[in-house]
């Protein structure tokens, strides 16, 4: 569950922390185009590097390398399926651009990930929350996915305690086949479904207990402006597309395997 | 036997939940591990099947290192029952889900048969034999994963919590039928906050306090001595409670069971007759 660990908000102060979520927002999304707009391995790895001071600044680098950990096994999975692919259409043959990019598939994916950690580690989930309002997103959707991400820990906790409670019944998740495996996994989703509708009833019956919905306007206790930090950011973000897109149109991307 | 020595426990996030532990429980003990929110009660007893194992030290199941063998190889000894049901139910009937563990056990379906019947009727659940455990109120789904451990029959049950959600009436049938398993040479481990529960009876209490244990001894000692007891935030039980009050009159401090009050307090209603 260490994936998730990655995800999970704990309240540091930093001047990352302190950026608005919308622009950090809109950087998260500037890197997701700006990763999927590349297919060779320089300018991802480039773009993956380029996180790495906004980590050490928010001073998240262990819960980050966490989260990257996590990512571990789906990116070998990733790399594995592509150098296989490639290996068995291109007629048993396989060459070093080949396996670069597979890697560079791979740093993609890890990019995603890195990137989407550094934003859910360094919001607060009502700081997002209020900016999806801000956002003019109606509250209801706003509350029903910030409450999502809040609980995205509680599952994952409460995932590991079914785990124990089925593996103290004799169930071996790691036995057999594939497809037994899988089915082994039905003893635990099936209880962790329940409990979580069990608990959205729950909660929802607390919060209409606490008055929710009883004013079309609501007001807020914190209320968000922007500060020069985040215009700087807003600033990054657009040099990194433009770059980005002169660079994908007009320069020439070696390989790495070119330089060998 | 379940033998722990000297162990220690981090979780991921590096807090130490166990700071040293040890403890060995005989074969037919009933145990009581108490103690406040946090104090790794739980923590520790997860270790007698191998859930967890120590980051330090040993924990010995019948002889057998628990870092050398697997959960579910424990697990036939060790029954272990979570305090919330809704963590292990998943069947379609409540036959299926206490059938569960005796298939990964690997039983035969006649052997399955009996266990099965003979579980639902040791907790009266009969009548639900067919109905889905979700249908059920709370008390009755907490029965039923109960019964879904004790129907592979362990030798050491370990129950997190066994008291909650449970109606006076269901409380005292927990507690015949611990004495039952007592009668045949069961070890019994429990967690619980519930210190009339354990009043009523009388086993052995493992007090805990931040990730050591700080008292070992009969309950009828433990439970009686304000001082010990308020270190881990437990209040006496009721009874003890009076007679700690009545003390000055020349009444012992150390009751904790009602038949035991009453037989005082009738014998010193005779002398003053």
């Given amino acids: ?260 | 036997m379940i033998e722990a020595k000297d162990i220690r426990y981090s979780y991921v996030n590096k807090v130490e939940a166990l700071k040293g532990i040890s403890i060995t429980i005989n074969d037919g003990e009933f145990v009581a591990i108490m103690g406040q929110n946090g104090a790794g009660k739980s923590t520790l007893v997860k270790h007698f099947n191998g859930l967890l194992k120590p980051s330090k030290g040993s924990v010995l199941v019948d002889g057998v290192e628990t870092t050398k063998s697997s959960v579910a190889a424990l697990s036939r000894n060790v029954g272990f029952v979570f305090q919330n049901p809704d963590h292990q139910l998943f069947s379609e009937t409540v036959e299926e889900e206490i059938a569960f563990a005796l298939k990964n056990f690997g039983f035969t379906p006649e052997v399955i048969e009996k266990r099965v019947t003979w579980a639902l009727n040791l907790l009266s659940l009969t009548q639900y034999r067919k109905t889905s455990p979700f249908l059920l109120s709370g008390g009755e789904r907490k029965r039923v994963a109960l019964a879904s451990v004790l129907a592979w029959d362990p030798k050491t049950l370990v129950l997190d919590e066994p008291t909650i959600g449970q109606d006076h009436e269901q409380k005292e049938k927990l507690r015949q039928f611990i004495m039952q398993m007592q009668t045949q040479k069961k070890t019994v481990i429990t967690v619980t906050h519930d210190v009339e529960f354990v009043a009523e009876c009388n086993p052995r209490v493992v007090l805990m306090k931040d990730g050591k244990i700080v008292a070992d001894g009969e309950g009828k000692e433990i439970l009686t001595n304000p001082t010990m007891l308020e270190l881990s935030s437990i209040v006496l039980p009721q009874i003890a409670q009076v007679f700690n009050k009545l003390a000055p009159l020349g009444f012992p401090k150390d009751v904790i069971d009602i038949y035991e009050a009453k037989q005082i307090i009738l014998k010193t209603k005779e002398k003053a007759l």
């Fill in chain 1, 1 to 260: 569950m260490s994936i998730f660990d990655g995800l999970r908000f704990r309240k540091v102060y930093s001047p990352i922390h302190n950026l608005d979520p919308r622009i950090k927002f809109a950087y998260v999304i500037g890197i997701f185009v700006v990763a999927i707009l590349f297919y060779q391995i320089i300018p991802l790895l480039i773009l993956f590097l380029m996180q790495i001071p906004f980590v050490l600044l928010a001073r998240v680098q262990r819960q980050w390398l966490r989260s990257l950990r996590g990512a571990a096994f789906l990116a070998t999975f990733i790399f594995v399926v592509n150098v296989a692919t490639t290996y068995f259409t291109s007629g048993y043959h396989l060459t070093a651009v080949n396996v670069e990019n597979a890697g560079a598939m791979t740093l993609r994916f890890v990019v995603l990930v890195e990137s989407f950690s550094v934003f859910f580690l360094t919001t607060s989930p009502d700081h997002l929350g209020l900016a999806l309002e801000e956002s003019r997103v109606p509250y209801e959707f706003a509350f029903a996915f910030t409450t999502a991400v809040r609980f995205v820990p509680v599952l994952a906790e409460e995932a590991q305690t079914i785990m124990d409670a089925q593996k103290a019944r004799g169930l071996e998740l790691e036995k057999g086949g594939l497809l037994k495996r899988i089915r082994n996994y039905v003893p635990v989703l099936i209880p962790l479904i329940v409990s979580a509708i069990r608990r959205s009833l729950e909660l929802a019956e607390a919060m209409e207990s606490r008055a929710w919905g009883a004013t079309k306007k609501r007001t807020n206790l914190y209320a968000l402006k922007l500060h020069r930090g985040d215009f700087a950011l807003l600033g990054i973000t657009a040099g990194i597309i433009v770059a980005a897109i002169y660079i994908h149109f007009f320069v020439h991307i070696p390989t790495i395997a070119q330089f060998f």
